[in-house]
């Protein structure tokens, strides 16, 4: 646990800064197609230079083709057994987009920086997708495109998914800013200060859902936490279905979305002036070491995983030692 807790000191601001400034822009499939491809290459070759496997995942939408990015590092007693980490890179046609998704993506790369030293008993991925926006303004698209072919080949490849962990727009965080509350969920259950983290589940993701805030505590990590966990498949707040995680729980996968709720706190949200001076660096690496103690656990470092017999997700023991 002690190497673990020196790693999770170890995450840098200055990287995740300089991450979002090689990734801000216009990226975009129509109006700023280089530049969607420009991301795509810095990602890529991110990942590829911390010795990743790497591998594209390719999908057709609307006549053209596009591609997912996937490093992988295979895992060291239960390879066919997975924990993926997901971003998308792309962007509205008129926003830089540095809360969405720059920080998200920033913090998947800054998160394979420091994982890549721990043996892991699970497979291990950090795929950015892409198309998750509309690919163009007021289209009939549902945007999530880039995910829902992951999770359709997924499914029909019969990937043993562990967990989904989605970093969706997570370095915008304010005490003064006005917190609102998605439509259906009472105001009074949302926090007031816009300073927390937001992990939303599924049913099926409950543990997950509960083991990250609980992280939090064990670890000591000074970030407020605000769960949520929807029925169903979120159905009746369609809200809580806006990003990457929903294809997944489609599919009946155990997935969460990291968020810091986007337009419900962030006027910047969408817009032009999403920019890196508007975010909160300090607070997405607040983010970046509850979701990489998380992340951790679950993969199988720890002599106490993430698993009962019956495969339900809980948390290791406290005091579990680290094994790596």
């Known amino acids: 646990m002690e190497m673990l807790e020196q790693a999770l000191k170890e995450i840098s601001v200055d ?99 420091i994982l890549r030293r721990f043996p892991l008993e699970r497979t291990i991925q950090f795929i950015a997708v892409n198309l998750e926006e509309n690919a163009s303004e007021g289209s009939a698209g549902t945007g999530t495109r880039g995910s829902r072919a992951l999770a359709r080949c997924a499914k029909e490849n019969a990937w043993d998914i562990e967990c989904v962990v989605v970093l969706e727009s997570v370095a915008f965080a304010c005490d003064a800013d006005i917190q609102k509350a998605p439509a259906g969920i009472p105001v009074g259950a949302i926090p007031e200060r816009a300073d927390f983290i937001a992990v939303v589940g599924n049913e ?20 407020p936490c605000f769960p949520l966990v929807v029925p169903g498949n979120g159905e009746l707040l369609p809200d809580t279905r806006r990003s990457d995680h929903a294809p997944f729980w489609d599919r009946g996968y155990k997935a969460v979305m990291l968020t810091d709720t986007t337009n419900f706190r962030n006027v910047h949200y969408h817009q032009p002036s999403d920019t890196s001076e508007t975010l909160n660096l300090e607070f997405a690496a607040k983010v970046c070491r509850a979701t990489g103690a998380m992340v951790i656990e679950l993969a199988g470092c720890c002599n106490h995983s993430l698993r009962t017999t019956d495969g339900d997700a809980l948390l290791p023991a406290e005091g579990a030692g680290c094994s790596a």
């Open 15 to 113: 990287r995740i800064r300089d991450h979002i400034a090689s990734i801000e822009g216009v990226r975009h499939p129509v109006t700023a197609p280089a530049a969607l491809e420009k991301a795509a290459e810095y990602i890529g070759a991110t990942l590829d230079s911390l010795g990743y496997g790497m591998s594209e995942h390719c999908f057709d939408d609307g006549g053209s083709s596009f591609s997912n990015i996937v490093a992988t590092r295979s895992g060291t007693r239960y390879p066919d057994q997975r924990v993926l980490v997901v971003a998308h890179f792309d962007t509205v046609s008129t926003s830089p987009g540095a809360d969405d998704n720059a920080s998200g993506v920033a913090l998947l790369l800054e998160l394979a920086t």
């Open 204 to 223: 099926n993701s409950k543990e997950l859902v509960q083991g990250f805030c609980q992280v939090i505590d064990r670890y000591g990590i000074a970030l």
